[in-house]
C-alpha cells in the first residue's frame, strides 16, 4: 500500500466557531483507517493544540496533513509574530496569552510542551514578524 | 453504568441528549479546568466535570471520547455550545452540585460497581 493521504486546511484567526476543525477531521481520517484508538487521541491532541497556538498567537495559518501506512506529518504554519525565546516558550507554565483566552481555559502555557509530549517528532521553526511553522510527526507503529 | 442511569441516580440534568446517553458506559470521572491538562489526561469513559461553557469544552469532549461533559453549580451553558455539542454527538450535563461533590458521588457509584 503506497496511499498517501494529502489535506489541507485554512485556519482563521481569532474564530472559537470553527477552532479544532482540521484536528477533528483528521481524527475521523486516522480512525476510519483503522489506526490503534491512543495513536489517534495522540495525534488529535497534538494537532489541536498547534491548531489553537495558530489561530491564538498566530493571527490564524494552515494546516497541511500527509498520512501514509506508517505515519502522519503534520504542517501547521502562521505569519503572526513568531516566537522570540523558543526555549522560554517550550517551558510549561509560560504563556503569552491574553486574559481573553484564559478565560477560556486556554493559556496555561502548556500548549507546546503538550503537542511534544504527544509526538514522536517536533520541529519547530520560527522567526521574530515572520511566523511559525510547526512540523509533527506521529508514527502507528510504536517502537 | 450508562450515562442515562448516573443521570438518574444522581439527579443530573441532560442538556444535550444523543443517542450515546442509554449507551455510553461510564468507567471514570475527571474534574479540570485547564482546557490543555485535562485534554492530555481526561480518559475515554470519563465524565468531565468542567465550569467552562464554551465551545471549546465540545472539541476538548469529542478529541479524548470522555463518556460526557458535566457542567457544576447551574452554570449556565451557553446556547451555541449546546448545539455544538448536538451536532458532535457531545452529551452535556448539568447539575446544582460542586465539582467536588459530584467528584465523590461519581467515584463511590462506580467504585461498587
Given amino acids: ?115 511534544k509530549k504527544h509526538s514522536d517528532i517536533l520541529e519547530i521553526n520560527t522567526a521574530v514578524n515572520e511566523g511559525t511553522t510547526v512540523l509533527i510527526t506521529v508514527f502507528f507503529k510504536q517502537e | 453504568m450508562t450515562i442515562n442511569q448516573l443521570s438518574q441516580k444522581l439527579d443530573l440534568k441532560i442538556v444535550s441528549n444523543t443517542p450515546k446517553t442509554t449507551e455510553k458506559a461510564v468507567t471514570g470521572v475527571y474534574s479540570c479546568d485547564l482546557l490543555s491538562h485535562a485534554m492530555a489526561k481526561i480518559n475515554e469513559g470519563d465524565v468531565w466535570i468542567t465550569v467552562h461553557t464554551n465551545l471549546n469544552v465540545v472539541a476538548v469532549a469529542s478529541l479524548t471520547d470522555c463518556a460526557c461533559v458535566l457542567i457544576p453549580e447551574n452554570i449556565e451553558i451557553e446556547k451555541q455550545t449546546v448545539e455544538r455539542a448536538i451536532e458532535k454527538d457531545v452529551i452535556l450535563l448539568s447539575s446544582d452540585k460542586s465539582a467536588a461533590v459530584l467528584c465523590y458521588e461519581i467515584f463511590k457509584l462506580i467504585k461498587d460497581l
Fill in chain 1, 1 to 115: 500500500m503506497n496511499n498517501v493521504v494529502v489535506r489541507d486546511y485554512i485556519i482563521p484567526a481569532n474564530d472559537f466557531t470553527i477552532a479544532g476543525e482540521a484536528s477533528s477531521n483528521v481524527r475521523k481520517i486516522l480512525s476510519q483507517i483503522g489506526v490503534a484508538p491512543d495513536i489517534v487521541k495522540r495525534t488529535s491532541i497534538a494537532m489541536y493544540e498547534a491548531e489553537i497556538n495558530a489561530m491564538i498567537h498566530g493571527k490564524g495559518g494552515q494546516a497541511h496533513v500527509e498520512i501514509d501506512e506508517n505515519k502522519i506529518v503534520i504542517r501547521i504554519s502562521d505569519q503572526g509574530p513568531g516566537i522570540e525565546d523558543l526555549d522560554l516558550a517550550m517551558q510549561e507554565g509560560y504563556s503569552t496569552a491574553p486574559d481573553s483566552i484564559r478565560e477560556m481555559g486556554f493559556g496555561a502555557g502548556m500548549g507546546l510542551s503538550n503537542i
